[in-house]
């Protein structure tokens, strides 16, 4: 029985997890970085149990070198970033003018939103998820 249990358990954790909700925001002031944030979480319910499917027209293969995939989220940021910006990035800037000076405030984001990572030898290919069509 408890071995049971243990594997039940076992199975349960997300150990090699492919499907992530990525998340990122930048703040920059007067040209000064002033913050980052940069999130994959792994999720706990899979895209086929919420009836989402990859979206072939949102993808992009990154060649790498790393030997897992937390290695590589954390080691190709910014090949990552391009993928996801090529997808689409939300902008703000609030620029101000007093006395010729220039006040700047830019706000940079990719809402949260479902990805899935097919982790190859060389290659990894990064899908949004998106809602299958209900008929």
Same mark, same amino acid.
């Given at each position: 029985?408890? !071995?049971? @249990?243990?594997?039940?358990?076992?199975?349960?954790?997300?150990?090699?997890?492919?499907?992530?909700?990525?998340? *990122?925001?930048? &703040?920059? #002031?007067?040209?000064? @970085?002033? !913050?980052? !944030? *940069? *999130?994959?979480?792994?999720?706990? @319910? &899979?895209?086929?149990?919420?009836? #989402?499917?990859?979206?072939?027209?949102?993808?992009?293969?990154?060649?790498?070198?790393?030997?897992?995939?937390?290695?590589?989220?954390?080691?190709?940021?910014?090949?990552?970033?391009?993928?996801?910006?090529?997808? &689409?990035? !939300?902008?703000?800037?609030?620029?101000?003018?007093?006395?010729?000076?220039?006040?700047?405030?830019?706000?940079?984001?990719?809402?949260?939103?479902?990805?899935?990572?097919?982790?190859?030898? &060389?290659?990894?290919?990064? *899908?949004?998820?998106?809602?299958?069509?209900?008929?």
């Amino acid at each position: 029985m408890q !071995k049971i @249990i243990f594997a039940l358990f076992l199975s349960s954790l997300p150990f090699y997890a492919s499907e992530y909700i990525f998340s *990122y925001q930048l &703040g920059v #002031k007067n040209g000064i @970085i002033l !913050k980052e !944030k *940069y *999130y994959f979480s792994p999720t706990m @319910i &899979g895209a086929k149990i919420l009836k #989402k499917d990859k979206n072939p027209y949102k993808k992009c293969e990154i060649p790498h070198l790393a030997r897992s995939e937390k290695e590589f989220l954390k080691d190709y940021k910014e090949e990552i970033l391009e993928c996801f910006f090529t997808w &689409g990035i !939300k902008l703000e800037d609030r620029t101000e003018t007093k006395y010729l000076q220039s006040q700047s405030t830019t706000f940079l984001w990719i809402p949260p939103m479902r990805i899935q990572i097919e982790f190859e030898n &060389g290659i990894a290919t990064i *899908y949004a998820l998106k809602n299958k069509e209900m008929r």
